[in-house]
T-cell receptor, first 111, second 113 residues
Framework: QKEVEQNSGPLSVPEGAIASLNCTYS??????FFWYRQYSGKSPELIMS????GDKEDGRFTAQLNKASQYVSLLIRDSQPSDSATYLC???????????FGKGTRLHILP | KAGVTQTPRYLIKTRGQQVTLSCSPI?????VSWYQQTPGQGLQFLFE???????NKGNFPGRFSGRQFSNSRSEMNVSTLELGDSALYLC????????????FGEGSWLTVV
């Protein structure tokens, strides 16, 4: 099982709809989780972090964490064309504190 | 507050050569991590340095090495370059005081020909 798994996409979502991005991880004891956005040719930029089970909202973004299911997700409300990018899930591994990234999900917002 | 600065931004090297990349972390951050990003493998962890000590290491051959200086600036070196080393090399810094959120620099694009 890969340490951090994401569906590679592309995920196509109409403008104004909710985009839902998912991520699973293998290290059950992990406590810190992050979502990054990466535009083509650019470096990843942090969207938000989440540490506790449940939802965490920041503007149009909501991160959801379920440690029992080893699952973390990112919801983007009112999707805009500027949200078209690759979204990277990252997990700080409990065993050695390394931050490991999934391969990312390509999101395409359809105007 | 300045972000993470990486130099050079772009470089082309020949197989067999070596390359050194530099990273200046966010002021006050003592942890620097390096990642390699390729289209096929995604972001792969190379190593992390904290207070001049290698704290973690990924699964890369010994040709990949790094170091950190007393001012927290870091360098990574790749010796005997191979075509497969062509990638975006990303440096990220963290304070490791209030969580371990990492912030990336713009990266160094390495092409090996």
């Amino acid at each position: 099982q890969k340490e951090v798994e994401q569906n590679s996409g592309p995920l196509s979502v109409p403008e104004g709809a909710i985009a839902s991005l998912n991520c699973t991880y293998s290290d059950r004891g992990s406590q810190s989780f992050f979502w990054y956005r990466q535009y083509s040719g650019k470096s990843p930029e942090l969207i938000m972090s989440i540490y506790s089970n449940g939802d965490k909202e920041d503007g149009r973004f909501t991160a959801q964490l379920n440690k029992a299911s080893q699952y973390v997700s990112l919801l983007i409300r009112d999707s805009q064309p500027s949200d078209s990018a690759t979204y990277l899930c990252a997990v700080e591994m409990n065993r050695d504190d390394k931050i490991i990234f999934g391969k990312g999900t390509r999101l395409h917002i359809l105007p | 507050k300045a972000g993470v600065t990486q130099t050079p931004r772009y470089l082309i090297k020949t197989r067999g050569q070596q390359v050194t990349l530099s990273c200046s972390p966010i002021s006050g951050h003592r942890s620097v991590s390096w990642y390699q990003q390729t289209p096929g493998q995604g972001l792969q962890f190379l190593f992390e340095y904290f207070s001049e000590t290698q704290r973690n290491k990924g699964n890369f051959p010994g040709r990949f090495s790094g170091r950190q200086f007393s001012n927290s600036r870091s360098e990574m070196n790749v010796s005997t370059l191979e075509l497969g080393d062509s990638a975006l090399y990303l440096c990220a810094s963290s304070s490791r005081v209030a969580g371990n959120t990492i912030y990336f620099g713009e990266g160094s694009w390495l092409t090996v020909v």
